[in-house]
């Protein structure tokens, strides 16, 4: 993965932030693209895994506010 992927996941991660105010889903976001992040350079179906993972956390998130 190169910069611009980096980067990609870093403004993901800013929107999300800006979209959900409550502090502890804010945290479960920065902690979920902390662990994205980790994967920039290694495996690719470790990545995948992290992405499934980010698109889980995000599908309950939004079920838990509604």
């Known amino acids: ?3 611009i992927d980096f980067r990609i996941l ?3 991660e800013q929107q999300l932030k800006q979209q959900y105010p409550d502090i ?3 945290q479960a976001i920065a ?4 662990n994205l992040k980790k994967y920039i350079n290694t495996n690719e179906s ?4 992290a992405v499934l993972n980010l ?3 995000l599908l ?5 506010n509604s």
Not at 31 to 34: D, G, H, K, L, V
Not at 46 to 49: K, T, V, Y
Not at 60 to 64: A, D, M, P
Request: hydrophobic fraction near 50%; proline fraction near 0%; avoid cysteine.
């Open 1 to 3: 993965m190169d910069d």
């Open 10 to 12: 870093t403004y993901l």
């Open 24 to 26: 502890r889903v804010r």
């Open 31 to 34: 902690s979920t693209f902390a």
């Open 46 to 49: 470790d990545f995948q895994a």
């Open 55 to 57: 698109l889980v956390q």
């Open 60 to 64: 309950l998130i939004r079920v838990n």
